[in-house]
């Protein structure tokens, strides 16, 4: 993530916020993001989330402000002096909610963005070999779109090793993981069930390629999903990581 929102960091004129939001049990994850961000702007200020107040407790450990903070709160985003973030991560925290209340909760964090900011919601697996997010931003004023949220993209990541070595199965075993927009929506008819269709497909279709590696196994699947008409963003770079980004515009619900 922090590869993929690097130019964003590197841009904002003040020190950025990031925040974790609904961290979980355990402040690790939300330290470990703000490490790894550090990576790329050593300014990086982090607020993690969380609705219950007792893992704000729990996380006093982690405190070291201004650098990192917790704090109660949920997809309001309460910021300091009114400051907003530049990106905001909240995964696994969606997947508890219904369908019907996704739409409400992307839009109140996409409000809150500071100008060019990002929000990246998604889900993964409990151990981090399948992951699935929605890069959304803050809607144009004037957009037709129907809230303030603008989804732009969904990635979808796998554990390389894990693909060579069949504890996935196949790439469509992501399903189970994808955002919750999407994860009802994996049914005959809708776009993403194409996609799951052909990733499969194109995998089948490339394995002779896995004879040079699983890494040049997924780049011609990657490669072969765009060459089918599929608008797959971003590269090889990308894809060296088990990663491919969709514009979202082809492969979100189809109502
Ligand atoms: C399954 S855990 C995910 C933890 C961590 N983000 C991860 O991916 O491992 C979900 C967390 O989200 C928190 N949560 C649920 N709804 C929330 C909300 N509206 N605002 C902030 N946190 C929320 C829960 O308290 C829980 O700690």
Known sequence: ??????????????????????????????????????????????????????????????????????????????????????????????????????????????????????????????????????????ADPGSTERGAAQAISLSLAWHLQSLADQRITAPSMIAERLPKALIHRNVPGEPIHRVMQAIDQMWERSAPMASYGVQQRFIATAQAMRDTGWPVLGGPKRWRNGEITFAWSAVGPSR
């Open 1 to 138: 993530m922090e590869y993929a929102f690097a130019p964003l960091l590197r841009q904002a004129s003040s020190p950025p916020w990031v925040v974790d939001l609904g961290y979980g049990a355990s402040p690790v994850t939300a330290v470990e993001l703000a490490r790894r961000m550090r990576t790329v702007r050593h300014d990086v200020r982090l607020l993690g989330l969380e609705i219950d107040p007792q893992r704000v407790k729990d996380a006093a450990w982690a405190q070291d402000p201004p650098g990192r903070q917790f704090a109660v709160g949920g997809f309001e985003i309460p910021m300091p002096r009114g400051e907003r973030p530049l990106l905001v991560r909240a995964f696994n925290v969606l997947r508890q909610y219904d369908e019907s209340q996704v739409r409400a909760a992307w839009d109140q964090m996409a409000a809150r963005l500071a100008p060019g900011g990002a929000v990246v919601e998604g889900t993964c697996d409990e151990i981090g070999r399948l992951a699935t997010w929605v890069h959304l931003r803050a």
